[in-house]
Structure formats: structure tokens, C-alpha cells
């Protein structure tokens, strides 16, 4: 049997934040009431046989908000339709406001063993300027909450928002709090968001990048010295807490996306989702193929993704000689990259450095 991941994509949230750019928003019960449907017929629909699923992941948006009911109905479908390891690591993305006792109880009865929380800042004026609806109080009592019920809690924090430089304050208020995984992404300001017209009118000013890369820098001690792992760019665990979910993704695992905008990897080729309500209803999830250039892709994803986290990149890779690009052997000498067997790896200390790094050691840079 060949092994699969799952993601289902839950696109509502009670309030759109300011900065965000995901396929996010708001909607009423009937609205939501609709999609459940929809999804669950998706599911069934896309049964596949010959697969036994490794992990679960409900994203969004915010799957938090599901009335309990509704997800009870998607697991079930999921479980009905699919063979799903015993083991299998099943993670649900949650909101502070919008977790309670009653939720977390219901995750766990639905054999969810792993909750992602969106923390963001531990700051309540900083919270409160980039639109989230919990403050510091709620979120820590929200992690401690999970906790109670979880033992595998990461949490996302942004890396640089304006004024933000004691991330490592807050890593160690997690941390203190049990929490496992600790995701660090850098601030993406996008024009079409509040944020991004916000900045444009400079009424808002995120951290300079030197400020921003000394911010990630001391996060990431802290985090170090503590016994995490940064085993990609953003992602920080304790051994054996990765997120196996995300890295079947980089090791270009395959994995069916349900849901609006979802998207598929499947046979070698990538599928996306309908990307609005519309469309998704009317069932024109009809499945595009977007890759041209199969044997290309593979070796470019390869090599993208890989470097960017710890599984590195198996070498020879096929119809590249990597070895003969005019970087590979400078990059090897400075320690930038570092050979062990047949696999090749980014050195941590230079991730900051990657999209530069990586461009040049692609087949056509
Ligand atoms: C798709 S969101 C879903 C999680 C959940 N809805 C929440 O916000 O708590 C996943 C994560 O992406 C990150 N994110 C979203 N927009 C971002 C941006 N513009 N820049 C950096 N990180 C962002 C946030 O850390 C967020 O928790
Ligand atoms: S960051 Fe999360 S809660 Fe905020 S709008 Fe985006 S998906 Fe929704």
C-alpha cells in the first residue's frame, strides 16, 4: 500500500486579520453549513484505493470554528472513505478565541493528536493593531488548555511586526507551557491587505530587515539552546515532534487536498482546487494539471524544497549534474553546503540566504 497525506481546507474565519493574504473569510452559518456538505461530498468522491493515509491536517482559515457537529461529519466521512494508519498524526489549526474545553474534548474523541495554534505575538497592542481577537492573557491560557488535553502543541508566531524585537520572550513563555512546535514566519506584507495599505500610507512600519533577521537570530538561540531543531526555514521542534504532515510535503510526498483552493499531488502531477465559493459549489473543482515539464519540476522542487529542511537532496539527481554548477563547489568550501553520503544539505546558518542560494544551484539560474 502506498502512503498519503490529507488536507482538508477550512477557508472561514470570524475576523479577516490585517495581514493576511489566505484564501480566508468570513461567512454565515448557512454559508458554512453549505461547505461542510460540499466537502463531504468532495471526500467521498475522491476515495482512493491501494493508499493508507499518514497524516491529516485541517488548515484554513480557521477549522476552530466548525461548529462540532460539522467536523465530527468530515472525520467521519474521512475515516469511512479512507484507510487511515492507527498512528497517523491528525492536526487541527486553531484560534486562542475560538477554543474551549467542550472543542478540545471533541478533537481528541476524533483521534486529532495534534493542535496548531496562531499565536502570532504575545503583545496586546501589537495583537490588537494587526486584527486578532485575542490578547495575551486568552492565549496563554489557550495553550495551557491545549495542553491539558494534548501533549503535541505547536504554535505560529510572525516575525517581524512593528516594534516586535522579544520573540525569544515569547518562545520561552511557550515553551514554558510544554509546547512542542514553534513555527516563526517572516512578516509578508501583501498590497491587497489592510497591512500592506497600512504600510503604504506608513502608518504602520514592520521591523527593518537587519532588525528583523537579529529578531529571528535571538528566537532561534533561544529556541536551540532549549533542544529544539530548526528542521526548515520557519520550523522549530523537539526531537521527534516535526510535522510529519509538512514533511511529506518537502519530500514531495503525495497528498489530496480537499476544499477550496486545496491543493493535490498525485502520480506525479499537481492539481488545484476551485478557488472561490462559486466555482467550488457549481463542482468546477474540475483538477487542472499545472505542471508542463514533469522531469524538470521534479529536479527544481527537489532541490527547493529539500535544501530549505533537514532531508536535504539526494544526489545524482536525475539528468542534472549539480556537482558541475559554478557555485556547488565554492558553496561546499565556505560551509554553506555540507555533503554527508549521497545527500546534500543547507547549512542552518545560511537559511536566511536561501532563496539566493538555491536560485543559483538550479538547473537554469
Ligand atoms: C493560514 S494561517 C491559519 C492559522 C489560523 N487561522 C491563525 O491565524 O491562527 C497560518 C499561519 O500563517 C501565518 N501567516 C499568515 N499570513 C501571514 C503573513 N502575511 N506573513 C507572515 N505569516 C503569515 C500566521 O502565523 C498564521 O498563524
Ligand atoms: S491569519 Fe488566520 S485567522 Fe487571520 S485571517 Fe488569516 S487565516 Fe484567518
Given at each position: ?347 542552518p546558518m545560511f537559511y536566511h540566504l536561501s532563496n539566493t542560494i538555491i ?7
Open positions: 500500500m502506498k502512503e498519503i497525506s490529507l488536507y482538508v481546507h477550512i477557508p472561514f474565519c470570524k475576523q479577516k486579520c490585517a495581514y493576511c493574504a489566505f484564501n480566508s473569510f468570513c461567512a454565515d452559518e448557512d454559508v458554512k453549513a453549505q461547505y461542510c456538505k460540499l466537502l463531504c461530498q468532495e471526500i467521498c468522491a475522491r476515495k482512493l484505493d491501494g493508499y493508507v493515509v499518514k497524516t491529516i491536517y485541517f488548515g484554513g482559515g480557521t477549522p476552530s470554528l466548525l461548529k462540532n457537529e460539522d467536523m465530527k461529519n468530515i472525520v467521519d466521512i474521512i475515516y469511512q472513505n479512507f484507510d487511515v494508519y492507527d498512528n497517523a498524526e491528525f492536526t487541527i489549526e486553531a484560534n486562542p478565541e475560538s477554543l474551549d474545553e467542550d472543542k478540545l474534548k471533541l478533537l481528541k474523541s476524533l483521534r486529532v493528536n495534534r493542535v496548531s495554534l496562531g499565536i502570532q505575538s504575545l503583545n496586546d497592542k501589537t495583537l490588537q493593531k494587526i486584527g486578532r481577537l485575542h490578547d495575551r492573557k486568552t492565549a496563554l491560557e489557550k495553550v495551557e488548555l491545549a495542553r491539558k488535553y494534548f501533549d503535541n502543541v505547536s504554535c505560529d508566531l510572525i516575525v517581524g511586526l512593528e516594534g516586535e524585537t522579544n520573540l525569544a520572550g515569547y518562545a520561552k513563555s511557550l515553551v514554558e507551557r510544554g509546547v512542542k512546535h514553534i513555527s516563526c514566519y517572516l512578516l509578508e506584507v501583501y498590497d491587497n491587505t489592510p497591512l500592506g495599505q497600512m504600510v503604504k500610507q506608513k502608518r504602520y512600519k514592520p521591523l527593518s530587515d537587519e532588525q528583523t533577521i537579529l529578531s529571528f537570530n535571538k528566537l532561534s538561540n533561544y529556541l536551540v539552546d532549549q533542544g529544539f531543531v530548526r528542521y526548515e526555514i520557519s520550523n522549530f521542534a523537539l526531537p521527534t515532534y516535526e510535522s510529519k504532515h509538512n514533511l511529506n510535503y518537502w519530500a514531495r510526498g503525495e497528498y489530496l487536498g480537499f476544499g477550496i483552493a486545496a491543493h493535490s499531488f498525485l502520480n506525479g502531477i499537481r492539481t488545484e482546487n476551485a478557488s472561490n465559493m462559486r466555482d467550488y459549489a457549481a463542482k468546477k473543482q474540475t483538477q487542472e494539471r499545472l505542471s508542463q515539464n514533469e522531469e524538470v519540476e521534479e529536479v527544481e522542487e527537489g532541490i527547493m524544497l529539500g535544501l530549505r529542511c533537514n532531508l536535504g537532496v539526494k544526489l545524482p539527481l536525475k539528468n542534472y549534474d549539480i556537482t558541475q554548477n559554478p557555485y556547488y563547489a565554492d558553496y561546499l568550501r565556505q560551509g554553506i553546503l555540507r555533503k554527508e553520503g549521497d545527500r546534500l544539505f543547507l547549512n536560485s543559483n544551484l538550479l538547473p537554469n539560474p
